[in-house]
């Protein structure tokens, strides 16, 4: 039963545009989402987060943006660099406990 | 400022075999996890130490699996005996508090063979 899930499991953007990586989750009890960029043979790295009593948080040229009557949440990044090129995990979290993952987006920056 | 510290970075074992993993976390952070990562897949959780108490260990195997963080510190998970479906990441990682972000080690390749 998959409470987080990213359903493209890879997407590719031409360097300079705008990428866009989404996320659904289905439990409403969820109050804390986070995004994760991992490049091989590291562990995942944190990008940004966003509560549940806002839509959006922006920091540089990456913005999140959570739609809670839809259970969705999507990250863009303006615009895409050849270092963004990564696996990109959305993660979710309930009051105290640990995050749960989905499966993860392969971003391809291509030049 | 150190991150999450972890050792090994990799380790091959035969089925049945015992290992164990190595954690040191970000100074001053209270929140510990353990993630495993098998291939094409997210983290899972495993258990979570909030100081030197376990909050949270509901999808830890404990069968087979166990974890521990003395004095609130360094943690070490273990696995006795492995089996072939424990192949994964294993990942370390520690938050300043519960419900914040989480910062990852560079984590575990373990190979059951």
């Known amino acids: 039963d998959q409470q987080v899930k990213q359903n493209s499991p890879s997407l590719s953007v031409q360097e300079g545009r705008i990428s866009i990586l989404n996320c659904d989750y289905t439990?409403?009890?969820?109050?804390?989402f986070l995004w994760y960029k991992k490049y091989p043979a590291e562990g995942p790295t944190f990008l940004i987060s966003?509560?549940?009593?806002?839509d959006k948080n922006e920091d540089g040229r990456f913005t999140v943006f959570l739609n809670k009557s839809a259970k969705h949440l999507s990250l863009h990044i303006v615009p895409s660099q050849p270092g963004d090129s990564a696996v990109y995990f959305c993660a979710a979290s309930r009051g105290a406990d640990g995050l749960t993952f989905g499966k993860g987006t392969h971003l391809i920056i291509q030049p | 400022e150190a991150g999450v510290a972890q050792s090994p970075r990799y380790k091959i074992i035969e089925k049945r075999q015992s290992v164990a993993f190595w954690c040191n976390p970000i100074s001053g952070h209270a929140t510990l996890y353990w993630y495993q990562q098998i291939l094409g897949q997210g983290p899972k959780l495993l258990i979570q130490?909030?100081?030197?108490?376990?909050?949270?260990d509901s999808q830890l195997p404990k069968d087979r699996f166990s974890a521990e963080r003395l004095k609130g510190v360094d943690s070490t998970l273990k696995i006795q005996p492995a089996k072939l479906e424990d192949s994964a990441v294993y990942l370390c990682a520690s938050s300043y508090v519960q419900n914040t972000e989480a910062f990852f080690g560079q984590g575990t390749r373990l190979t059951v063979v």
């Open positions: 966003i509560s549940s009593i806002k």
């Open positions: 439990n409403s009890m969820f109050d804390y």
């Open positions: 130490f909030q100081n030197n108490g376990v909050v949270d």
